[in-house]
């Protein structure tokens, strides 16, 4: 049993570009192992007293708890919305071998001497 404390961060982006520069981004940097990029999907959201209605791209990120902070202050520099959807959950359960290659996948990568 593999014991890392993992999340799925879900995000959302007004377009395809940025979704997947994102996308690339997070994974490039180490942030996340994976980035599943969706859409368009269909948001409806009440945002400044108003219910607002727009197509979006959905970004489904793994990460472990330990990268977080870093992956949330990365999408919040390169989101071009006020006030993102950045959302974490634990996951449960999981393949150990999927998680143990989402662990590795986010380690920061080593310098050689």
């Known amino acids: ?10 995000c959302t982006f007004p377009d395809e570009v940025g979704a997947r520069r994102a996308a690339r981004s997070l ?3 180490r ?5 599943q990029v969706l859409g368009p999907i269909h948001s409806v959201y009440r945002w400044r007293g108003k219910v607002e209605e727009s197509a979006e791209w959905l ?6 708890a330990a990268r977080y902070p ?5 999408l919040l520099r390169l989101h071009p ?14 393949h150990s071998r999927y998680l143990k290659w ?10 050689r001497a």
């Open 1 to 10: 049993m593999v014991v890392v404390e993992t999340r799925l961060v879900t």
């Open 31 to 35: 942030l996340a192992a994976c980035v």
């Open 59 to 64: 970004c489904l990120a793994k990460t472990t």
């Open 102 to 111: 989402l662990a590795r996948s986010v380690a920061p990568a080593r310098r």
């Open 70 to 74: 870093r992956l949330e202050a990365a």
């Open 27 to 29: 994974v490039r940097r």
């Open 81 to 94: 919305y006020d006030t993102p959807e950045v959302v974490a959950l634990p996951l449960a359960e999981g």
